[in-house]
């Protein structure tokens, strides 16, 4: 069990001096099946994991917020009147719940907190929508908001979109808030809907290796790659405007527009509706604990993420052809949004 509760206890007691009101955890999350399709109103199995960020607060009497962060050792103090995105990356995913809070006619004070986490950064983890998650959460019980716990997944993927520039779906955020031990969440991104199914795997167990491959998800390719599912949903509907999303889409429909569909937009809508398909799939397999079919979906789904959707890295390609030699590992793909190594050269900074 992580010491890092009781660390951050310690911390805010040692740094303003008195015991804080609330600690609250929020969990990252891996995602077994359905990459980018979340924004497509797809389907989605992530889980809750183990791994968390902490944090401290309380409220202050001061004209400030106070925000001290353990793992970039760095305490930024902000007005609570007309917050806009500052340069700081981190404070950005906690400045955007305050705003989206505000947005929504809940009156905040100002308030003191630290904060750390065991969730590696930039790995595929969301340790931002932790981030996002565990602040609204936290500001939501200390103010007296009266938040369901959708308002909290909504409210942080909006945080993310104006103050991140990340245009995410609404799965991190959705895991982290929703997460039940041992269970994956196999959740429709159109409806919200979603049903809890054990994570049982028999004699097999799901490893998540790091690359140490970093990613920032605010380089522009994130967004790109939404803009042109977007731009295969519009020409679509000229010929049917029932339909909404990718999610209203198959291969057939797909296919008849083929030749109208610009770029590499026919790929991205290619592997969206597969994944689709994918990870119903999966679920089934797993249910019928055939594991042979789920390690050949994973590697499908890599597949696809390498070439069509374009997200993977050499790294990450290695790693998977070099475990597709091990009898013993029956399937193998990246997690995450991808975008290994992509990075900001001018400023070199890494997101959560």
Request: hydrophobic residues 35%; proline residues 3%; contains cysteine.
């Amino acid at each position: 069990m992580s010491n890092l509760p009781q660390q951050m206890l310690e911390l805010f007691q040692s740094r303003f001096g008195k015991h804080s009101d609330l600690l609250v955890r929020s969990p990252g999350r891996i995602n077994i099946l359905g990459e980018h399709t979340d924004y497509n109103n797809g389907f989605v199995l992530p889980a809750a994991i183990d791994k968390a960020i902490f944090i401290a607060i309380s409220k202050n009497d001061l004209d400030v917020s106070r925000v001290y962060s353990q793992d970039f050792n760095e305490e930024v103090a902000f007005s609570m009147e007309n917050i806009k995105p500052g340069e700081k990356p981190w404070l950005n995913y906690i400045l955007g719940v305050v705003s989206e809070l505000q947005n929504r006619g809940h009156i905040l004070s100002s308030f003191d907190a630290v904060f750390a986490g065991d969730i590696p950064l930039g790995a595929g983890l969301s340790s931002s929508a932790a981030l996002e998650c565990g602040f609204a959460f936290a500001l939501n019980e200390l103010f007296d908001c009266g938040l369901s716990r959708y308002d909290i997944a909504k409210t942080s993927q909006l945080a993310e979109h104006h103050f991140a520039g990340v245009m995410c779906g609404i799965m991190d955020q959705f895991a982290s808030v929703f997460g039940q031990d041992q269970q994956l969440i196999k959740l429709d991104c159109q409806t919200l809907e979603h049903t809890y199914h054990p994570f049982s795997t028999g004699d097999y167990k799901f490893m998540l290796f790091n690359s140490k491959v970093s990613h920032e998800l605010t380089s522009s390719e994130y967004n790109i790659r939404r803009q042109e599912c977007e731009k295969g949903v519009e020409i679509l509907q000229q010929g049917n405007p029932d339909i909404r999303s990718l999610r209203d889409v198959n291969m057939f429909l797909l296919m008849k527009v083929m030749e109208e569909l610009p770029g590499k937009v026919f790929d991205r809508c290619k592997y969206v509706i597969e994944e689709n398909k994918r990870v119903n799939q999966l679920t089934t397999a797993l249910g019928q604990h055939d594991f042979n079919r789920v390690g050949q979906l994973m590697y499908e789904t890599h597949e696809g993420l390498s070439r069509e959707y374009e997200v993977s890295c050499e790294e990450l390609d290695i790693l998977v052809d070099l475990v597709k030699k091990e009898k013993a590992v029956i399937g193998a793909r990246m997690m995450g949004g991808g975008f290994g190594g992509v990075h900001d050269k001018s400023s070199q900074k890494r997101c959560c």
